[in-house]
């Protein structure tokens, strides 16, 4: 249905709270759209679970917020502000790259 609107990608994290929860169903979800539709995983994915979720899925692309909380915003809650976390991207970057090399 969704290659029939028109849709050429779907983010999702196979309807669990981390792709590689929900990594069986992204499989299969992968498996039945072939090359019709691209899978774009997304979820909890942090370094030290790149490499496993990218093999669980079979997926060969990944969405990622690497983010950090600071400060306190003003206000009721007083969340702070989402900034992005180098640190966390470069660990992202150098876990990734032979992982996509490999496939």
């Known amino acids: ?15 669990a709270d981390t792709a590689l929860e929900g990594a ?7 498996e039945r759209a072939g090359s019709d539709i691209e899978v774009l995983l997304c979820g909890g994915i942090r370094p ?28 009721l809650f007083g969340q702070g502000y989402n900034v992005l976390d180098e640190a966390i991207l ?8 032979p992982a996509f090399a490999a496939g």
């Open 1 to 15: 249905d969704l290659v029939d609107l028109g849709f050429t990608r779907i983010l999702t994290s196979g309807g």
């Open 24 to 30: 069986e169903k992204i499989r299969k979800i992968r």
């Open 48 to 75: 030290g679970a790149i490499r496993q979720t990218l093999e669980a899925t079979g997926a060969d692309q990944i969405h990622l917020a690497p983010m950090k909380k600071i400060g306190v915003a003003p206000g």
């Open 90 to 97: 470069s660990d992202a970057v150098r876990e990734a790259k």
